[in-house]
C-alpha cells in the first residue's frame, strides 16, 4: 500500500512569514513529487513540481527533496493571507498518490 | 482551452437511484484520472485511462461503480445503485502521459446522496 502522510494542521503563520509544510512517502521507487493548492470548495491546482534531490524555487516557493529519508516539503517565503488553503502532496511512482493535506492559514 | 469540463456540478439524489458523472478532458491529454475527496479519506484515486483504455480501476469501491472512455473527449462515471457513503466531491483530471503527474481537474462534482 502506497502512502503519502501529511501532518492535517491547521498551520497557522503570520503574515510575511515563512510557511514549512511536510510530506513523507512510503514508495522508494516514487519518482516524480507534486504539489497542489486547494482553495476551500474548489479543485486542487499544481503549484510546484520536483524530480531530484535538492532544492528547487519557483518565486516565494520552494520544494525540497530528499529521497533517501523519503521526504519532501513546500516553503513558502513571506506568506499572504491569499495563501490560506489545503497543500495536497502527490506522489508518482507510476499513477499520482495524493496526502489528505495540510491546512494553511496566514493571518494578517 | 476550457479545462478539464465535468458535469453536474452539484447533484442531490435518493440512495438507490443512478447517478452518471461526465468529465471532458482537455484536448490532446491522453490521460485521464477519477478522483473522489470527503473529509475523511482526503483525495482517493478510483480510475486511471490512457488513451481511452482503463489502466487501473483497482480504486473503484464495489460492482456499483463503473467507467467508461469512450473515445479522447468524454469519460463517464456510474453508480449504480447510490448509497449515502458514495455522497462525495468527484473530480474529473486530466494530464499527457509524458507528465502523468502534472494534472488538471475540472471543478468537480458534489454528489449528495439522500
Known amino acids: 500500500q502506497k502512502e503519502v502522510e501529511q501532518n492535517s494542521g491547521p498551520l497557522s503563520v503570520p503574515e510575511g512569514a515563512i510557511a514549512s509544510l511536510n510530506c513523507t512517502y512510503s514508495?522508494?521507487?516514487?519518482?516524480?513529487f507534486f504539489w497542489y493548492r486547494q482553495y476551500s470548495g474548489k479543485s486542487p491546482e499544481l503549484i510546484m513540481f520536483?524530480?531530484?534531490?535538492g532544492d528547487k524555487e519557483d518565486g516565494r516557493f520552494t520544494a525540497q527533496l530528499n529521497k533517501a529519508s523519503q521526504y519532501v516539503s513546500l516553503l513558502i517565503r513571506d506568506s499572504q493571507p491569499s495563501d490560506s488553503a489545503t497543500y495536497l502532496c502527490?506522489?508518482?511512482?507510476?499513477?499520482?498518490?495524493f496526502g489528505r493535506g495540510t491546512s494553511l492559514i496566514v493571518h494578517p | 482551452d476550457a479545462g478539464v469540463i465535468q458535469s453536474p456540478r452539484h447533484e442531490v439524489t435518493e440512495m438507490g437511484q443512478e447517478v452518471t458523472l461526465r468529465c471532458k478532458p482537455i484536448?490532446?491529454?491522453?490521460?485521464l484520472f477519477w478522483y473522489r475527496q470527503t473529509m475523511m479519506r482526503g483525495l482517493e484515486l478510483l480510475i486511471y485511462f490512457n488513451n481511452n483504455v482503463p489502466i487501473d480501476d483497482s480504486g473503484m469501491p464495489e460492482d456499483r461503480f463503473s467507467a467508461k472512455m469512450p473515445n479522447a473527449s468524454f469519460s463517464t462515471l456510474k453508480i449504480q445503485p447510490s448509497e449515502p457513503r458514495d455522497s462525495a466531491v468527484y473530480f474529473c483530471?486530466?494530464?499527457?502521459?509524458?507528465?502523468?503527474?502534472?494534472?488538471?481537474f475540472g471543478e468537480g462534482s458534489r454528489l449528495t446522496v439522500l
Open positions: 520536483i524530480y531530484s534531490n
Open positions: 502527490a506522489v508518482e511512482s507510476y499513477i499520482p498518490t
Open positions: 484536448s490532446g491529454h491522453n490521460s
Open positions: 483530471a486530466s494530464s499527457t502521459t509524458a507528465n502523468t503527474g502534472e494534472l488538471f
Open positions: 514508495d522508494r521507487g516514487s519518482q516524480s
